[in-house]
């Protein structure tokens, strides 16, 4: 297994080591969309949801969940991100785009934790429009840019 950072001695999952990494500022922007129906998108889009603002909800429920990204993905490196931020977009009936920009200074990148975050914003509109709309798709999700650290800028 040598040459792989990701495996220890025994051939076993291990976290990598970064204690010699250098680091940079690093920033992550991921994507999710939600489909749902029309009235709930509606719903949600004024405001009338029984369980309250649905999207306000959901972006404390995404902005939770990627400063908690170590706690749920085993490897992840805990860090302390300086900035995450989650907007929403309704391009169009009964789509909710989500956008996630995560930024830190460390010595790993915030790809999970972008990741972690637009998940959990989907997971969370789903789950209080669930009763309305059982047939509510999530995804794709996916990184759209990432910048800094050694692999330097990436954008899809």
């Not at 920033?27 to 969309?33: L, W």
């Not at 490196?77 to 785009?97: A, Q, Y």
Request: proline share 3%; net charge neutral; charged share 25%.
């Amino acid at each position: 297994m040598e040459g792989f950072t990701h495996f220890n001695e025994q051939g076993r999952a291990n976290m990598v080591d970064i204690s010699e990494k250098c680091e940079t500022s690093r920033t992550a922007v991921a994507f999710s969309r939600v489909k749902m129906n029309d009235s709930v998108w509606e719903a949600v889009r004024e405001g009338k949801m029984k369980k309250g603002d649905v999207l306000s909800v959901a972006q404390v429920a995404g902005i939770m969940g990627g400063k908690k990204t170590s706690d749920i993905i085993p490897m992840c490196h805990p860090l302390m991100l300086s900035k995450l931020n989650i907007e929403f977009e309704m391009p169009e009936t009964g789509i909710i785009d989500i956008y996630v920009t995560v930024k830190t200074k460390g010595s790993t990148g915030v790809e999970m934790e972008a990741l972690t975050a637009a998940s959990v914003t989907g997971l969370t509109i789903y789950d209080m429009c669930k009763a309305m709309d059982k047939g509510i798709e999530l995804g794709p999700t996916y990184l759209l840019e990432k910048e800094g650290g050694k692999s330097g800028y990436f954008k899809r």
